[in-house]
């Protein structure tokens, strides 16, 4: 399925190789984390230039993720994101928590705990912009197979200049790039070894979207390989459902109606109640994004597929124990 995107998105154990038959777009580096130091801002070339609307968004995202790591009291710290903003970047140390920064904080937390209920190897998507750092910053469990999904040209410049300061994912875990310009990224995500008969987790941040449409390409896609109870987290642009409503007061309505006609069950997150769960003081942004966690209650493609073999093998067999099992 080809999947449509443009600008603004957002504003300006000894380790064995479980995944050997996975390919990689990323050297594995032999420890956990990275330098705590952040590096000397640089000036993205290459990437299709400093006129390419979707590094312009990626580093619009990628400079107020920087902005809040250089608070007194962060509400997160990136300690990579500062080798993808311009030198010459003003800094509004005074402005409020950015949506952005808050949404950030929030599916990283959430990302995390939910890693935490799943046993064995685990597979979580990123649908991204192309410069997230979420594979080199979060404290992945080991034998995490992390597959990001976004613009081939704005990943592998940032990919490029992630290296140069040296950054790496953890090395018991493994980061493979989807290219969003992919025709048909469900059998990608499907040839680069994702199963969708096992637990995954997905995240939408960033994501360039050019339409409704694609949205919903893209949770069409989601949820076919996604397994029943499969958690989603993310932030989408607010122009989405203004578009569709021509009222912002309908964000919640449009949300959960848009999700449960793709299988999930999924909630919007206000923004102000975030900012006081997180600090307990008042938030005056003007948020004009959509923050949102769902949860798909539908079988998988795959599930239904190993549930119709079972059934018509059991249904060939006359095997009374099995129908009992059902």
Not at 204 to 217: F, R, V
Not at 248 to 264: A, D, M, R, T
Not at 270 to 288: N, Q, V
Request: hydrophobic content about 40%.
């Amino acid at each position: 399925m080809k999947w449509a995107f443009t600008l603004s998105t957002f504003p300006p154990t000894p380790f064995h190789k479980p995944f050997a038959h996975l390919s990689s777009n990323n050297d594995l580096c032999p420890r956990r984390g990275g330098p705590r130091r952040i590096p000397a801002r640089a000036k993205l070339n290459g990437a299709g230039g400093d006129d390419d609307p979707l590094v312009q968004s990626a580093v619009a995202a990628a400079t107020l993720r920087y902005q809040e790591t250089l608070r007194p009291d962060p509400l997160f710290v990136d300690p990579y994101v500062s080798c993808m903003v311009p030198s010459n970047t003003q800094m509004n140390m005074a402005q409020s928590w950015h949506c952005h920064c808050l949404a950030t904080k929030f599916i990283d937390e959430k990302l995390l705990e939910a890693m935490g209920g799943i046993s064995g190897p685990r597979q979580v998507v990123l649908l991204t912009d192309g410069m997230d750092t979420r594979p080199y910053r979060l404290n992945w469990p080991n034998f995490t197979v992390i597959y990001d999904v976004s613009p081939e040209r704005v990943y592998s410049e940032a990919t490029r200049k992630l290296k140069d300061i040296g950054a790496c994912i953890p090395s018991s875990c493994l980061l493979i790039h989807v290219p969003a310009e992919t025709f048909d990224i469900q059998q990608e995500l499907r040839r680069k070894g994702f199963n969708g008969a096992r637990p995954s987790l997905w995240a939408i941040q960033g994501l360039p979207l050019m339409t409704l449409t694609s949205l919903e390409d893209v949770l069409c896609v989601i949820s076919s390989l996604s397994i029943k109870e499969t958690l989603l987290f993310g932030e989408l642009p607010s122009w989405l459902a203004d578009n569709a409503f021509g009222m912002k007061s309908n964000q919640k309505e449009w949300i959960n109606k848009l999700f449960l006609g793709h299988g999930f069950r999924a909630d919007a997150i206000e923004y102000e109640a975030l900012a006081r769960s997180l600090r307990e003081e008042p938030w005056d942004g003007d948020p004009d994004s959509i923050l949102f966690a769902a949860e798909h209650l539908r079988l998988s493609d795959d599930q239904g597929e190993i549930w119709r073999r079972e059934f018509h093998r059991i249904e060939e067999n006359g095997d009374e124990e099995g129908f009992e099992e059902l």
